[in-house]
C-alpha cells in the first residue's frame, strides 16, 4: 500500500520560510513524478511545483517561482519544498502527490495523480 506522509507544516510570518517533506512508502520511488499542490479555503486545488524522480525535471507555477523549490532525495524516498519569502496568500493546506510517468504535460491537473497525502496546514501571518 502506497502512502505519502506530508511533514513541516507550521505558522510562519511573511518573508519567512518553511521546509515541507513528503515521505513515500510502499512504492518504487523513481518511477513517475511528485508534485506539490495547495488549497485555501474557498478555492480550487492548485499545483505548485512537479519534480520528474527519475529525471529531475522540474516545474513551477509562476506565482511561487524563485520563492519555492522543489527537490528530492530518492536514497530516502522523500520529495521536498522549501518555500521562502512566504506572503500572506501562500496560506492553504499543503498535499503531496505522486503520479506515474516522467511526463510533466498537464502536471497541474489533480487527476494526473494516482496517491496523495492528508495535506498539512501552513499559515502566514503579518
Known amino acids: 500500500q502506497v502512502q505519502l506522509v506530508e511533514s513541516g507544516g507550521g505558522s510562519v510570518q511573511a518573508g519567512g520560510s518553511l521546509r515541507l517533506s513528503c515521505a513515500v512508502s510502499g512504492d518504487t520511488y523513481g518511477s513517475g513524478r511528485m508534485a506539490w499542490f495547495r488549497q485555501a479555503p474557498g478555492k480550487e486545488r492548485e499545483g505548485v511545483a512537479v519534480i520528474s524522480t527519475g529525471v529531475g525535471n522540474i516545474r513551477y507555477d509562476d506565482s511561487v517561482r524563485d520563492r519555492f523549490t522543489i527537490s528530492q532525495d530518492n536514497a530516502k524516498n522523500t520529495a521536498y519544498l522549501q518555500m521562502d519569502n512566504l506572503k500572506l496568500e501562500d496560506t492553504a493546506k499543503y498535499y503531496c502527490?505522486?503520479?506515474?510517468?516522467?511526463?510533466?504535460?498537464?502536471?497541474?491537473?489533480?487527476?494526473?495523480?494516482?496517491?496523495w497525502g492528508q495535506g498539512i496546514q501552513v499559515t502566514v501571518s503579518s
Open positions: 502527490a505522486e503520479g506515474q510517468g516522467h511526463s510533466l504535460l498537464w502536471w497541474t491537473l489533480p487527476t494526473k495523480y494516482t496517491y
